[in-house]
């Protein structure tokens, strides 16, 4: 019986509702069929974003949006994408698939996704190829709400208040896509185009993202951090960390998402646990510069990464999902959750028909994917306080080098004054009894739900409820204590009544 100790007494840090955020991208499908089809689609919108879609995603609450990119950002002039549609500039995405981009999705359709979902923003300003007046116009664009003449444009083009820009990030992946450059450089450039990153309106700043590493790139943290950091608080809220869950480990041959065995699974899940090294690892180096941890890790892009699948354009990125993408999902947010003093956003890629994306669709249909169930499992820890837990595990595995711990959890104290625990149980044969401890406390009730399937269980278009979750009534209350068992390949949340 694995013990599973709570004390709801001990807080540990708020969970901000950004840890459980998104990205979308210009990319593949992601923006164009997946969100945005325009206002004449056949397919049900409200001013051209799918109908569909937007209540899948009102569903799981998503907390906040990063677009345009990515890679796509830093050839982004956004520019192209205001004013009337049949006037924006035509191109090619050379980055991504080679298709034409009509930009007919730019910044007032992304606000008004923001708005139809009720999400804060964020937004990937392009440092790589744009200048510091490209950037710092498209700001005051945004967000001005005097004379001025980025904000008469604004007005001109229908849109008379300024957004709200919650989030913005002063490029991407800079050491790479974004320009490749050094970090020292990239620090310099940071300075430069931060400073005219103006915050127009004091009751609601723009709070500002650099460029963190890529991986266990801690030179580039280090570098970055050294070169800018003499420049006082403020010029700086977060540093980004991108790392991809990559089965084999090849970015040449990275593997199925649904064709895969044991081993492969284990791999994979493996391969996802290295994010609480590099949590660990990039936050003692911001901890050198930044102890007070004002500065928050951006995990601005994060999930599996898989072959594409068969027959479909190598440069959209689309892949099925699996349960396999459920437990990815569910022990990083557990991660996150338990690095919240230092994680305060992170953004699974992509959000639809991109990479581990939530949603897939094809032509008028949808599915919620596993991966979608297990964020709708997790979004009660959004706003809420994390507690003190820690779980008794076992090594799970196949292979010497590839074991990993069977169980991952967190638990946080909700709005709603109810405990919140999600658990996740990585072996593909062997169940876990669990015997929840809540110390000092006596629990009333208990609400459970579960979301288990073999390992390569998966919706489709034409069975899209494969994998649901369901309600977990199989619980035995007990003074303070709780008892269950957690099937193998599972992902829980448990509502408990204190
Ligand atoms: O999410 C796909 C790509 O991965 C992004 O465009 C880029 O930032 C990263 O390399």
């Not at 049900?44 to 899948?56: H, K, L, Q, S, Y």
């Not at 007032?108 to 923001?114: A, I, K, R, T, V």
Request: charged letters at 25%; glycine letters at 10%; a negative charge.
């Amino acid at each position: 019986m694995a013990k599973l100790y709570v004390n709801p007494n001990v807080k540990k840090g708020h969970i901000n509702p950004e840890l459980q955020g998104h990205f979308s991208e210009h990319l593949g499908r992601c923006i164009y069929e997946g969100i945005f089809v325009g206002e004449n689609s056949q397919i049900p919108n409200e001013n051209g974003m799918r109908t569909d879609v937007v209540e899948a995603l009102k569903e799981i609450q998503v907390p906040v949006l990063r677009w345009p990119g990515g890679c796509f950002a830093d050839e982004y002039h956004w520019m192209d994408g205001i004013g009337p549609k049949e006037k924006r500039k035509k191109m090619i995405n050379t980055h991504w698939g080679g298709v034409v981009e009509d930009n007919s999705f730019g910044t007032h359709e992304f606000m008004e996704l923001c708005r139809q979902l009720g999400c804060k923003t964020y937004i990937n300003g392009n440092l790589g190829s744009g200048t510091v007046q490209e950037m710092s116009e498209w700001v005051e664009y945004m967000t001005f709400e005097g004379v001025s003449p980025m904000a008469d444009l604004r007005k001109q083009n229908g849109h008379e208040e300024p957004w709200r820009v919650d989030y913005f990030g002063v490029g991407n992946e800079n050491w790479g896509c974004g320009g490749n450059m050094r970090p020292e450089y990239y620090g310099d450039l940071y300075r430069r185009y931060q400073t005219y990153v103006r915050n127009y309106n004091s009751d609601r700043p723009v709070a500002k993202i650099a460029c963190g590493a890529s991986a266990d790139d801690y030179h580039w943290t280090d570098k970055v951090l050294e070169t800018t950091f003499d420049h006082g608080w403020g010029f700086m809220n977060g540093m980004s960390l991108h790392y991809y869950t990559v089965p084999s480990g090849n970015w040449q041959k990275k593997g199925s998402a649904t064709d895969f065995d044991e081993k492969e699974w284990y791999r994979t899940l493996k391969g996802t646990l290295k994010m609480e090294e590099l949590i660990r690892r990039h936050g003692a180096i911001m901890d050198q510069y930044d102890p007070q941890k004002k500065i928050g890790m951006i995990v601005d892009e994060w999930g599996t990464w898989y072959d594409v699948e068969p027959g479909t354009n190598p440069g959209f990125l689309y892949q099925q999902n699996t349960m396999r993408d459920a437990l990815v999902a569910g022990i990083n947010l557990n991660l996150f959750n338990k690095n919240c003093d230092r994680v305060k956003m992170a953004n699974i890629a992509q959000m639809v028909n991109v990479l581990q994306a939530v949603i897939l669709t094809d032509g008028d249909r949808m599915v919620k994917t596993p991966t979608w169930h297990a964020f709708n499992l997790y979004k009660f820890h959004q706003d809420a306080e994390l507690v003190e837990s820690s779980v008794e595990t076992v090594e799970t595995g196949l292979e010497e080098g590839f074991m990993i711990p069977n169980l991952s959890e967190s638990v946080s104290l909700g709005k709603d004054g109810r405990l919140h625990v999600t658990l996740t149980n990585a072996s593909l044969t062997d169940a876990a009894d669990i015997q929840a401890i809540f110390s000092e406390t006596r629990v009333k009730s208990v609400k459970a739900a579960v979301l288990t399937g073999s390992m390569k269980a998966h919706n489709t278009f034409d069975t899209p409820d494969t994998v649901h979750a369901q309600e977990f009534t199989d619980l035995t209350v007990n003074g303070n204590q709780v008892s269950f068992t957690a099937p193998a390949c599972s992902v829980m949340h448990l509502e408990v009544e204190i």
